[in-house]
């Protein structure tokens, strides 16, 4: 029982540790995350709105503390109650969440304590290990389930006094097989390996503190609450240490802003038969006009086949078996997702609805039946196939005129971009900074802008209190949070490629970053 007990601390604890740091890495964003949970059509908590990133800090180092004193058996009962109560809390959460309908209607109250009806705000991605891994409420609430499953035995095992603070040899074995539950979740899911680092560093400074204070538990707490704190005040005045966005360093926007149809347009295989396909053809077939359609593949397969007699068509059929399989993957992995259109149908006569989809309604021609009618405001669009979507879909950058101006951005050898999601709440302290970088970047014949969710006379009287040498676009207020964590940040980009960027603290003097290359 004993050696259970312990493979379950490993799993919980370890587990808890990393889902932790993940949210270490990125406090911001998590608290934007319970900005979606709080919202007013959410949870309905407005109120909590301005206490968000403390609120999100508490709770992630929260985790870390607890993960580690789960491996370290310290305060045992207290421990795993908390980490019982917060996963059953997160359970309930995820399950509520996972029913939330977008089209349902519900009431709610808004800061002035009136009510009205509308539909829900659902939040699609339960945030519990940041941008690292998206997890769904029904998935995040099935992995809460099964954690359970370990957490429930630590619980009954603590409160009947079966464990107790590690001696230094179960220290040294939690520790070794801890770090290597870490490092496969870490290598497999995150990509990243810090987490070992971070689990080792913490679990080492609870175990040396138990020696030099005579196993005080309130030290070895303390020494763990300071390596979170460090770390966390390092990604909050910076920049996530570990980057999972869209806009990461060394992301082409370009790619990612294109839809799958662009996409499938510009493949390898759509290459290939616009080439050396289409000649063959004499123009009597259009495969180019169904180059985005999986079944293309065979279509050409086909043609080729039945070519072969024709010796210009055997060399490009040779080359098109040595790549089919590849191009068919390559085909099938853009196809976008499939929607549908949802009608919900009411009988004139009784009143009676009942709900059908687009394909239903056309396939078995619902409209000959008169006595049936659509009701208008209950339609809405769904989801029935999964498929690519591209990872940047609200970037929309324009200037004051309302003109598009992405193309421009990512045509742009050189431009660094000043990110600010709200300028009221801009941090001015490093200003003169940022207006020196912008006149210098001017002056080496680099492109400058900023780029706010503000625009007309906020916007002209921000640029006009800190004399800004630069012009602003205007972008949507979601996608300029998610573009950097700091506010405001700097990002630096050659043809649409993300190169560096900057918190605002970190934003110096031009010339030794151009003597970097502008490299991180």
């Given amino acids: 029982m004993k050696i259970f007990i312990t493979i379950c601390r490993i799993i919980v604890g370890s587990l808890f540790i990393v889902s932790g740091l993940i949210k270490v890495n990125d406090a911001i964003g998590f608290s934007y995350k319970l900005e979606e949970y709080f919202g007013e059509k959410a949870l309905g908590f407005p109120g909590l709105m301005e206490y968000v990133l403390p609120i999100a800090v508490f709770i992630v180092i929260g985790e870390v503390l607890l993960g580690v004193a789960i491996l370290l058996g310290a305060w045992p009962k207290l421990s795993s109650t908390l980490i019982l109560a917060m996963t059953i809390f997160f359970t309930w959460l995820t399950f509520y969440t996972s029913h939330c309908e977008p089209t349902s209607l519900a009431i709610f109250?808004?800061?002035?304590?009136?009510?009205?009806?509308?539909?829900?705000?659902?939040?699609?991605?339960?945030?519990?290990?940041?941008?690292?891994?998206?997890?769904?409420?029904?998935?995040?609430?099935?992995?809460?389930?099964?954690?359970?499953?370990?957490?429930?035995?630590?619980?009954?095992?603590?409160?009947?006094?079966?464990?107790?603070?590690?001696?230094?040899?179960?220290?040294?074995?939690?520790?070794?097989?801890s770090l290597l539950v870490v490092a496969g979740f870490s290598y497999t899911m995150l990509h990243w390996m810090f987490p070992v680092l971070f689990t080792l560093i913490s679990f080492g400074v609870g175990v040396l503190l138990k020696k030099l204070t005579g196993e005080k538990q309130w030290a070895m707490a303390i020494g763990v609450l300071a390596v979170c704190c460090f770390l966390q005040y390092w990604t909050l005045a910076h920049l996530p240490i570990k980057d999972y966005r869209a806009y990461?360093?060394?992301?082409?926007?370009?790619?990612?802003?294109?839809?799958?149809?662009?996409?499938?347009?510009?493949?390898?295989?759509?290459?290939?038969?616009?080439?050396?396909?289409?000649?063959?053809?004499?123009?009597?077939?259009?495969?180019?006009?169904?180059?985005?359609?999986?079944?293309?593949?065979?279509?050409?397969?086909?043609?080729?086949?039945?070519?072969?007699?024709?010796?210009?068509?055997?060399?490009?059929?040779?080359?098109?078996?040595?790549?089919?399989?590849?191009?068919?993957?390559?085909?099938?992995?853009?196809?976008?997702?499939?929607?549908?259109?949802?009608?919900?149908?009411?009988?004139?006569?009784?009143?009676?609805?009942?709900?059908v989809d687009s394909d239903s309604y056309?396939?078995?021609?619902?409209?000959?039946?008169?006595?049936?009618?659509?009701?208008?405001?209950?339609?809405?669009?769904?989801?029935?196939?999964?498929?690519?979507?591209?990872?940047?879909?609200?970037?929309?950058?324009?200037?004051?005129?309302?003109?598009?101006?992405?193309?421009?951005?990512?045509?742009?050898?050189?431009?660094?971009?000043v990110v600010s999601n709200n300028l009221e709440k801009f941090d001015v302290s490093n200003i003169k900074a940022i207006n020196e970088f912008a006149k210098q970047a001017h002056a080496d014949g680099a492109k400058f802008f900023g780029i706010s969710s503000t625009s007309g006379e906020a916007l002209e009287q921000f640029r006009f209190e800190n004399q800004t040498p630069f012009d602003f676009l205007v972008g949507d207020m979601t996608e300029l949070k998610i573009i950097i964590r700091s506010n405001p940040g700097l990002v630096y980009m050659e043809?649409?490629?993300?190169?560096?960027?900057?918190?605002?603290?970190?934003?110096?003097?031009?010339?030794d970053e151009k003597s970097e290359a502008f490299k991180p």
């Fill in 362 to 417: 056309l396939k078995q021609k619902m409209w000959e039946d008169k006595s049936w009618e659509i009701v208008k405001d209950k339609t809405y669009s769904k989801k029935i196939k999964d498929g690519y979507e591209p990872p940047i879909k609200d970037f929309h950058p324009t200037n004051v005129d309302g003109e598009d101006m992405l193309d421009s951005l990512l045509s742009y050898p050189r431009v660094f971009l």
């Fill in 495 to 511: 043809n649409g490629i993300v190169v560096n960027m900057w918190s605002n603290a970190d934003i110096h003097d031009y010339a």
């Fill in 109 to 177: 109250m808004d800061e002035h304590g009136k009510y009205y009806i509308d539909s829900p705000d659902c939040v699609l991605t339960c945030g519990c290990f940041g941008d690292a891994i998206k997890l769904e409420p029904i998935e995040s609430f099935y992995k809460d389930v099964v954690l359970l499953i370990f957490i429930i035995p630590i619980f009954f095992a603590a409160w009947a006094n079966r464990i107790k603070l590690n001696t230094y040899k179960e220290d040294l074995i939690i520790l070794i097989f």
């Fill in 248 to 355: 990461a360093i060394g992301s082409d926007i370009r790619y990612k802003t294109r839809s799958a149809d662009d996409l499938l347009q510009k493949t390898e295989f759509a290459t290939f038969v616009n080439d050396k396909v289409m000649p063959l053809t004499g123009d009597s077939l259009d495969f180019m006009g169904e180059i985005t359609r999986p079944e293309t593949v065979e279509k050409v397969a086909k043609f080729l086949s039945d070519a072969k007699s024709n010796p210009s068509a055997a060399a490009v059929a040779a080359e098109f078996e040595a790549n089919k399989m590849k191009w068919q993957q390559e085909v099938d992995d853009l196809q976008p997702p499939k929607f549908v259109n949802m009608y919900t149908l009411r009988n004139k006569e009784n009143g009676e609805e009942k709900e």
